[in-house]
């Protein structure tokens, strides 16, 4: 799932209705651990609990981010589009 969606979600910008309804299709929508920051970062400042965004990560699957990763990303790195 895209940061600018979940950011979308966590602080009920225009739009986030049809996020949610979209995220209904799957068992669990997946972000990388890169993401969680945002989450808690977005979600805090939207007054958010440590609480209720422990339970919004939940409905996520949380991928693990390792240097292959990083070289993938590196090798496939498009200008400034990394």
Known sequence: MDNNCIT???IKRD???QI??????????V????SVHLIFHFGVKA????EELGYFLEQFRILDFCVN???LAEDICK???F
Request: hydrophobic share 35%; aromatic share 10%; no cysteine.
């Open 47 to 50: 007054d958010n609990t440590l």
């Open 15 to 17: 739009g986030f209705e």
């Open 79 to 81: 200008g400034n589009d």
């Open 20 to 29: 949610l309804k979209t995220l209904e299709n799957f068992d669990k929508a």
């Open 69 to 71: 990763d990083y070289k």
């Open 31 to 34: 972000i990388s651990i890169l």
């Open 8 to 10: 979308q979600v966590l």
